[in-house]
């Protein structure tokens, strides 16, 4: 088994788990479930250089990334610097995060959030519009066709964003629907953990024009994003390169003021 695939195995039981304690209609009564969501497919359109920012505390691939930071400190800095849009992490066992962070995310910004988390029911779309989320991920790698088409229809039926993580040419033209609003290239090798900026360069050009285009996994410098540009590329995901520093906000602020003026 891959780590992947011991994730997703986890993952179908906490899943089960979390739906015979918590039922759908008690997601369905949070404060957030009515809110109107904040598009960041338009933020990415409209700006310059979007950069996503991730809270990020582990991960299987380089274990503890950063646990000093509260999640306030993190999402307050991020905002202050000018990002597109947060990532958080919601998985517990292998990346250190939880719902709760969603949460606590939401209450100290009005910016796209995304639960970053391997979905594989639409008990967790629900859970991440109770938990005040904008848009979801969806992986490609662990999806059939038609999962993906449920659980994206079942995202914009509660008004979530779709953003389709995918690795190859296989899995783009697997996955290419209308439910979709954001196409990623994930630049890390699921299997091996290996990361490269070739693979959104050579995707790129067989991502439809309808889908905003984000790169993510790798991302180091402002000469990576410029790179990217370059193919198309309107969303740029960079996790681990804030939350290593010792003040993700102000990593965020610098790399962000940096590439405005390049």
Do not use: W
Not at 4 to 31: C, F, G
Not at 76 to 99: C, E, P
Not at 240 to 260: C, H, P, S, W, Y
């Amino acid at each position: 088994m891959t780590i992947l695939d011991k994730i997703i195995a986890d993952k179908r039981k906490e899943v089960a788990l979390k739906k015979s304690v918590i039922p759908v209609s008690q997601l369905e009564a949070s404060v957030f479930f009515d809110r109107q969501v904040a598009s960041l497919s338009t933020n990415l359109r409209n700006g310059t250089r979007g950069i996503i920012a991730e809270h990020k505390r582990r991960s299987p691939s380089k274990s503890i990334i950063n646990n000093d930071f509260s999640v306030e400190e993190v999402v307050k800095g991020y905002d202050a610097a000018g990002v597109a849009g947060i990532s958080v992490l919601t998985d517990t066992k292998y990346f250190g995060g939880s719902l709760e962070d969603l949460i606590l995310a939401r209450a100290c910004t009005t910016i796209p959030l995304l639960r970053k988390e391997f979905i594989i029911d639409e008990y967790q779309i629900v859970e991440a519009k109770a938990s005040g989320a904008d848009l979801i991920l969806l992986i490609a790698s662990v999806l059939t066709r038609s999962e993906i088409e449920q659980f994206s229809k079942c995202a914009k039926s509660v008004g979530l964003e779709v953003l389709l993580e995918i690795h190859n040419q296989q899995e783009l033209e697997k996955s290419l629907m209308p439910t979709l609003d954001m196409i990623g290239v994930n630049n890390r090798n699921l299997a091996t953990f290996e990361v490269s900026l070739e693979n959104s360069k050579q995707l790129s050009a067989l991502i439809p024009s309808d889908f905003v285009k984000i790169s993510e996994s790798g991302i180091t410098s402002t000469a990576d994003i410029i790179d990217l540009e370059n193919y198309g590329f309107k969303g740029f995901l960079v996790g681990e390169n804030f939350m290593k520093t010792d003040n993700a906000g102000v990593a965020a602020r610098d790399f962000i003021n940096q590439l405005q003026n390049r």
